[in-house]
């Protein structure tokens, strides 16, 4: 518990401070409190809602690994998160186990949203109001979802940027981790000035057909 209070009040000692420092010192500072945040989410112990099932789901990729079924692999990335499915095997193949997928995933994560908190006003401001919700939850149990925030919050900075080819890059890398994240592409063809009206109005129905297409499992699930 000392350890999650630390990391909420280090970012407010930090808004509040009357001490300044140079710009260079600034930034050597973010980049370790980013990277202690990167350490402390990702080598997390049996935190979680969904602590077993990510190592059911590490053990069950190995097991395919180890019987040489690649094709099958594919098959379960396929329909499944691809892009998750596909880090747990690249870190089998480098013979490193769960918490190495949870750094990686970890990284990803503040990098996206600490991208983001440092593009506007009030950086400081802005991660605190993250660390209850996004990174003692969401980064802490929800593996996969969290790459996703990561990946959309990155997007998010990019857009303020104007970097619209970074933006659509970072949001394709959320979907191949997420599907859910297939909603974001509706606020990207929102915002585009390379698109007519028309074109938007027809993109935005196909994006939400296949929005409701990949969760009709789950709507199923909730009704029956």
Same mark, same amino acid.
């Given at each position: 518990?000392?350890?999650?209070?630390?990391?909420?009040?280090?970012?407010?000692?930090?808004?509040?401070?009357?001490? #300044?420092?140079?710009?260079?010192?600034?930034?050597?500072?973010?980049?370790?409190?980013?990277?202690l945040?990167?350490?402390?989410?990702?080598?997390?112990?049996?935190?979680?809602?969904?602590?077993?099932?990510?190592?059911e789901?590490?053990?069950?990729?190995?097991?395919?690994?180890?019987?040489?079924?690649?094709?099958?692999?594919?098959?379960?990335?396929s329909?499944n998160?691809?892009?998750?499915?596909?880090?747990?095997?690249?870190?089998?193949?480098?013979?490193?186990?769960?918490?190495?997928?949870?750094?990686?995933?970890?990284?990803?994560?503040?990098?996206?949203?600490?991208?983001?908190?440092?593009?506007?006003?009030?950086?400081?401001?802005?991660?605190?109001?993250?660390?209850?919700?996004?990174?003692?939850?969401? =980064?802490?149990?929800?593996t996969?979802?969290?790459? =996703?925030?990561?990946?959309?919050?990155?997007?998010? =900075?990019?857009l303020?940027?104007?970097?619209?080819?970074?933006?659509?890059?970072?949001?394709l890398?959320?979907?191949?981790?997420?599907?859910?994240?297939?909603?974001?592409?509706f606020?990207?063809?929102?915002?585009?000035?390379?698109?007519? #009206?028309?074109? #938007?109005?027809?993109?935005?129905?196909?994006?939400?057909?296949?929005? =409701?297409?990949?969760?009709?499992?789950?709507?199923?699930?909730?009704?029956?």
């Amino acid at each position: 518990m000392i350890v999650y209070w630390l990391m909420f009040l280090i970012p407010v000692i930090a808004l509040y401070s009357p001490i #300044k420092v140079e710009a260079e010192l600034r930034r050597v500072l973010i980049l370790l409190l980013g990277l202690l945040f990167v350490i402390l989410i990702g080598f997390r112990h049996e935190v979680g809602g969904d602590w077993i099932p990510y190592i059911e789901i590490y053990n069950e990729i190995v097991k395919i690994a180890k019987s040489g079924s690649f094709d099958y692999l594919i098959f379960i990335a396929s329909n499944n998160d691809f892009g998750y499915v596909m880090l747990n095997y690249l870190m089998y193949l480098f013979e490193v186990d769960i918490y190495f997928v949870n750094l990686v995933c970890a990284l990803i994560f503040v990098y996206g949203v600490w991208r983001f908190a440092f593009c506007q006003s009030n950086p400081w401001l802005v991660l605190i109001i993250s660390i209850p919700f996004l990174t003692l939850i969401v =980064a802490m149990g929800y593996t996969r979802q969290s790459v =996703a925030v990561g990946f959309i919050f990155a997007a998010i =900075a990019n857009l303020q940027k104007q970097k619209n080819v970074w933006f659509w890059i970072d949001i394709l890398l959320a979907i191949i981790f997420y599907k859910i994240a297939f909603i974001f592409l509706f606020f990207g063809v929102l915002q585009s000035n390379y698109i007519g #009206k028309f074109a #938007k109005i027809l993109l935005s129905l196909a994006i939400f057909t296949l929005i =409701a297409y990949l969760m009709q499992s789950r709507l199923e699930f909730i009704y029956y």
